[in-house]
């Protein structure tokens, strides 16, 4: 129902209220203090611990290899652990919510696909770096060995206006929730999150961050489950049941249903404008975040090459029941509560945190705040790995001290940590002040960093493309973008305001099909009219190791037909998720009681499995050193 009205549902606490937290806390700020203070200490103590054993009992030397590759060692089930954990965002637990909320089932399920398919994609990327730059550390020693220095910058701000952008969205998003429940300082929310993870991220370097990833998104993966469980097999009355779910979202449908979107004005339907609106921007969006960010090439980097491919399918697999199971527990839950959150309790990521208020007590939103607090630090450390590898190697030994040993390299990749981690905390501090809020940012990520994806792209796979395509098809694709946006909202918004037109679906639609549009249509013509002779693209392998040595021969598998098939299973894969899947649900219509128990089934068996397999498989694969671990700690004590 429409704020202020009676509970649909007969929960009388919540008639006639106009705010589900009416500006009241739900804890003390010492609770929010203690949350961040607690779990950095826990995951510095943690990082520590295994960073020594990992030492003592795997053979681990800790230089500037390890500490920005993590020796080109890391197995399957780790990295794919990692991808789920880097690409698990404080918006896929807050905003994924927010559009079941406005949506309904459309908009978990364009919110998921829309952000699986880049990480299936990737797959390709990730193993045609293992086949032509064995020994590469950053994406931009790729574009600077074939593209050269000015390639080579450009690159380097998109690169990094895409990390910036992304931290200031984590913190920004975590820190919202933590003020919101609990009442403590955003600037000290803002300061202190990003400390925490240079915390362990300066002591193991990217190790650190695949450690970390794995302990953050286990307990995820649990804390998901136990809501799912919640909602729709409990005794959480009014719902606890796919049918009671079902029923009242029916009944919240006819009382107040979606406005102009939705079939029907329901729910529990595809037929959705607003959803597929969303998912279009979401889709274009990712691309550019995934592509334009070194920590998704660093994780490739960091693989073993028969992992590469593997880790990047399966990481996208196990990553689509994060946001698809919590906004179909959670977000749907928040409707079919009839709970009174109002507009502003929802753009700050509040949904999430009424569902689970209610269904759980306190005890719910400490496991959110815990799980918000997880994917902000986790995918902050590999955020902050991935600009320091940026600084390290492509701005200090390129530039600066070509020279430099490895150990110099280790000394300075730390100290570029610490020095991010504080510019990233004061720059998101500046974005609160200057009120750009975190829809904003999420959204016009896209348009502003879109372009880069078609030229990285056919870096690897198009020998003819000159430096000048990759450059101009960027920053003109950028530009172009940028103009889009602000001529479609002021056309028809006729005003440009951050918090209102600048950030609507359109503009900012327009803006990210303009990105990669043009900068796709740049690097195709000027390749086909002026195509490099010059043999730039067979310069990957110049690229040497500062410390260690090339993995071993034997180590290696046959890339082309891995290529082909990563190939065919990443579209095949893709393509259900975009077409086929949203298609096959058309003809459901407004869906059915059993039809809706299907989709809620899916998800929860889903996240079930990935629960298990991230669990467990990066265990069997640690097996060797754990048993080590077990039988030194025993021998000692008999």
Known sequence: MPLGQPNLFGLRQYDNQTSFFNGQTIFSPGVGYGLVFGYGVIFALLTIIITVLDGKYGGTKYDSEEFNTAGRSIKTGLVAVDVVSHWA??????????????????????????????????GIVAIEVKRRAPKA??????????WGHAANFVFLYLCYLNNIITCATLFLGAGNVLVAATGMDMYA???????????????????????????HTVIIYVTLNLFVFKVYASDSFPIGSIRRVWENLGTYARAAPVPGSNKGGSYMTMFSRGGLEFGIVSTISSFGNVWADQSYWQS???????????????GGLLWIPIPLALATSLGLATVALDLPVSETEANQGLISVAAAQYVLGKGGVILILSIVFMAATSSGSAEFIAMSSLFTYDVYKAYLRPQA????????????????????????????????????LFLVVGLLISSSVPPLSFMLIWPAMPKNAAIFGALGGQICAVIAWIAHAKIVYHELSISDSLQELGPTMDGAIVAVATSFIICTVWTIIAPDTTGSYNRFKEIELVEGTEEKSAEKFVMDQSMRRASIIAVVLSAILLFVWPLLTLPAGVFSEGYFALWVLISMIWAMIATLICTFLPLIESRDIIIKVIKSLLGRRQ
């Open 189 to 215: 929310a803002l300061i202190l999150i990003p400390v925490s993870v240079v915390t362990y991220t300066v002591i193991g370097g990217l190790k650190a961050t695949f450690t970390s990833s794995y302990l």
């Open 300 to 314: 490739a980097i960091a693989a073993k090459p028969k992992a590469a491919f593997q880790a990047y399918i399966l």
């Open 405 to 440: 040993t490895g150990r110099e390299l280790l000394i300075v990749s730390r100290i570029a940590v610490v020095l991010l981690g504080i510019g990233m905390g004061a720059f998101s501090c500046f974005i609160y002040k200057v009120n750009v809020d975190v829809n904003f």
């Open 137 to 146: 550390h950053t994406v931009l020693e790729l574009v600077r060995r074939r």
């Open 89 to 122: 965002w404080v918006s896929d637990l807050l905003q994924s919510s927010n559009e079941a909320f406005q949506y309904g089932v459309s908009g978990s399920f364009w919110y998921t696909a829309s952000a699986a398919v880049q990480i299936l994609l990737f």
